[in-house]
């Protein structure tokens, strides 16, 4: 078990693809993240697609892997089904993003990151090497651990809360979309004295090639528009942590 200081703070995430703004906002506030990789992988699910701004709107870009036959197959093992599928990425990145401000400038670093691990035709170290490369842009420098490298086991909330209990963390950051289950597992966390704080984010308005802006794109859109000023746009759209099961009325938290 790790030894603390008080008051650690840990995020436990899904290894995304191309993350959006709020992940990283997470991952920002956080003294330790977790990249929670032998959970199932759910197909069709914001592990293997997300979104980039185009000229026709927000559009996917998908990883496709190999599903059939695997139900409930670990994100961990899941297998990238096209071996020329960072190619075809680089091509469809380019193609919408070929003009932004920043492009020229963080694209090669990006391929770089992309080509480096696709050869390994698997989804789980292609997401967390395209985090690391996303963290490494925006100067987020909170130290990350897969949870498959920790023997600690569970289902749903008490896998998170043995998570939080291995690491040494007495504080948990969760998404706000997790608040249901939480609440119906929430004796695993007290009774290893862990809080639960909710993570609030009202989406940041910043420069796109593209008008009107639209909001939840990746993190991707972001960086190749607004470059060194990434991550203060980021933290402008955080607001207060909200405590698990806190009343209606203090959801939207003060910023």
Known sequence: MTSHSPNMRIAILQPTFLPWLGWFDIADQADLLILLDDVSFSKQSWQQRNRLRTRRGLEYVTVPVRSAGRLGQPILDVEIAEPNFASKLERTISGNYARAPYFREL??????????V???????????ELIEWFCRVLGINTPRRASSDLGTNGKRGEYVAALCEYTGADEYLSPSGAEDYLLEDRQAFDRRGISVSLHQYSHPIYHQMFSP???????????????????????????????????????????
């Open 107 to 116: 694209f090669p670093s990006f391929c770089e990151a992309l080509h480096h």
């Open 118 to 128: 696709a050869a390994q035709e698997r989804l789980a170290p292609l997401n967390m």
């Open 213 to 255: 802006f639209m909001p939840y794109a990746s993190t991707l859109d972001l960086i190749f528009n607004e470059g060194e000023r990434a991550l203060e746009i980021i933290r402008s759209g955080r607001r207060s942590l909200r405590a698990l099961g806190a009343s209606a009325a203090s959801k939207e938290g003060i910023s």
